[in-house]
């Protein structure tokens, strides 16, 4: 998926070794070095205070987390993050 979004610095929790952290605490570290969070996680909203913060939020709202699955969605996505402010939480399905 990174590779769709090339002009963009896209890491993984995984790669910044955050895969463990819970999401207010990784919400926190993602603020301080990134725009956008986009997650499969549909519900962040209810699950985390998004209100104050700097991040734009992105999520992906499909069956299942598969390559396949969430890769007609990326077109949108990029479209998206020319237009989301920050704040912001945009669901793409």
Not at 5 to 12: A, G, M
Not at 45 to 59: E, I, T
Not at 60 to 89: F, H, R, W
């Amino acid at each position: 998926m990174r590779q769709l979004v090339s002009d963009h610095d896209v890491q993984t929790a995984y790669q910044k070794r955050w895969h463990e952290k819970k999401n207010g605490e990784l919400l926190s570290l993602v603020e301080g070095e990134f725009d956008v969070f986009l997650t499969t996680d549909q519900n962040i909203r209810y699950q985390q205070n998004l209100s104050g913060r700097s991040l734009r939020f992105v999520v992906l709202v499909a069956s299942n987390n598969e390559y396949e699955t969430l890769l007609p969605l990326m077109p949108k996505v990029l479209e998206t993050l020319d237009l989301i402010q920050p704040g912001e939480l945009q669901e793409i399905s």
